[in-house]
């Protein structure tokens, strides 16, 4: 009773959440609405959605329509981003000499003040997001039907059967992947890894329903690793190794927990300075 009682006021606080998010967007989709009408579209993403008709209908989307989407892209943005940045954190936590290389890379530019062409100077940090979302996907397992009929295996699926794709077995298996289970940032220069890499790593999916924002995903992940590694030091505490869990993304079951040290505090404790 108390289990079902507990759902139950949870259920109601998710509703009452999700209302408020909803007003929020509707707001922001009203704002946006109201500059198109008067001729001031918007160059933004949202912008181009809502002045661009559907080629089969000439139909616009409504304010709902695209309050649904904008909740897409609001949920998508920032789950997915976060559970990849614990994670990553995590991991170069566990690997101390990782962690040491994307400091020392991360000291050889600004990373807040970075152009775009300047990204290939965190070479190797992008190799270690790369890595984490190997190993913890954000996004686990993606449901997908069939729109023919599809051969696999020994048998046929028809056509609008449902297919589950997973990122998470398909990253760490052992017959495609040499240390599948092991973190490796330096996989990706491999020959083994580069092969993977085309051919069996889809954590934003692939094909006509990739990820929207993976190329962003990627920039935003690779700079936000390299500024916080910039200015923390990340280690493990004692006894509290994360156990990850799916939900709609990966999470640790009971959160990731890490200890912080100011870099420049670290280094001074290891030289015997004064701070």
Known sequence: MQARANVARHRKVDRRAAAEIRRILLKFVNAHAARIAAGDIPVDLAGKIMTTPDPETGRLFSAQDMVDQVAIFFLAG???????????LYLLAKFPEAQARVASEASLCDPAMMAFSDLSKLAFTRDVFRETLRLYPPVPMMPRQTVKAEPMRDRVLPKGALAILS???LHRHERLWDNPHGFDPDRWQTENGKACARDAYIPFSAGPRVCTGAGFAMVEGVLLLAMLVSRWEFALVEGREP???AHLTVRAADGVWLELRPRAVAAADASGGDI
């Open 78 to 88: 920032h789950e997915t981003s976060a559970s990849a940045l614990s994670w990553a």
């Open 167 to 169: 990122p998470w077995h």
């Open 243 to 245: 156990r990850p869990l």
